[in-house]
């Protein structure tokens, strides 16, 4: 069974367990880097704002032996607990007062992202684009965020810069940074504990680990790592989510380092979620980040 197959199989079956005023479609979406994703659409009647439960893992269980029927009682508990219970006030995005505390910002790659770009704000930061979300809610499962586009700043007559700035002030203190060693994020996500030689290598991202690469814009925190490793460091891309920090004693170079990144990007991390494949250097004296 194709996964197009797989996906219009779980559409039959998830309609035939739903309410009534619920529908259920397949909905294709351009993510991140232009790639493209399927997944089932859920529209609850009378309830303006609806999730899209995307099934590429579920797609997984079911090569692994998993049935349609399990996959889509699975869809449907996860549907319950994401679910919005009330409609999202569609006037809230036409009001510039009340969005702008809400104004959070992304990094994704500049040159893979050029088609979205054209349409959206956006502020070229190294090889990287720092783009725009109005961040409705942040849940268990995921945040609900709306991408901010050009259109949005003729609505609300604002510019790249004033968005920025509304970006900069909100987005360390609604998704606060985490800056842990490696060893103890493999602990928390593994709940075993790591032996072996003092860990060197660090994980910078926010606390919930959504687009968490973006920590590396918060003012000052490139600054406090180095104070805190007392030398110059690398910054490695390992995904839109979080970035790895090397100090620059515990590194074999920035080329080796620029060729391990884009041997994992090319076997180990999904094509959305991919950032850059270039290491980058943050030197303390002149306080800056470089390719």
């Known amino acids: 069974m194709t996964y197009y197959q797989f996906i219009q199989a779980v559409e039959v079956k998830v309609k035939e367990r739903i ?3 619920v529908t259920v479609s397949i909905h294709t ?3 991140n880097n232009g790639t493209r994703r399927q997944g089932l659409n859920i529209v609850e009647q009378g309830i303006n704002i609806s999730p899209t439960i995307y ?4 797609y997984q269980q079911f090569q692994h032996g998993g049935t349609v029927e399990e996959i889509a009682g699975d869809i449907l508990r996860l549907y319950a607990q994401v679910r919005f219970g009330s409609s999202f006030e569609s006037d809230y995005i036409k009001d510039y ?4 505390g809400k104004i959070i910002y992304h990094l994704v790659n500049r040159e893979s992202n050029r088609q979205m770009l054209k349409n959206a704000p956006h502020k070229r930061y190294l090889d990287l684009a720092v783009i725009f979300y109005a961040l409705l809610e942040v849940t268990p499962y995921g945040t609900a965020s709306m991408m901010i586009r050009n259109e949005h700043l003729a609505m609300w007559g604002e510019t790249m810069e004033g968005v920025y700035r509304w ?6 203190v609604l998704l606060p940074d985490e800056f842990q060693t490696m060893r103890a994020v493999i602990e928390e ?3 075993m504990e790591e032996k072996g030689k003092e860990d060197m290598m660090y994980i910078l991202s926010n606390e919930i680990r959504s687009y968490g690469a973006a920590a590396i814009l918060y003012e000052g925190r490139l600054e406090k790592i180095g104070d805190y490793l007392k030398e110059n460091y690398y910054v ?6 979080e970035v790895i920090i090397v100090p620059e004693s515990e590194a074999p170079g920035q080329a080796e380092l620029s060729r391990l990144v884009k041997e994992i990007n090319e076997t180990q991390v999904d094509p959305e979620e991919v950032l850059s494949n ?10 800056k980040l470089r390719i």
Request: proline share 3%.
């Open 19 to 21: 309410q009534e005023n």
């Open 29 to 31: 979406a351009v993510k």
């Open 55 to 58: 099934l590429e893992e579920y």
């Open 97 to 100: 007062e009340r969005v702008r």
């Open 167 to 172: 970006a900069c002030r909100n987005t360390h």
């Open 189 to 191: 996500l593994t709940g």
């Open 236 to 241: 490695l891309p390992s995904s839109v989510h």
């Open 278 to 287: 270039h290491a980058y250097y943050y030197d303390r004296k002149q306080k």
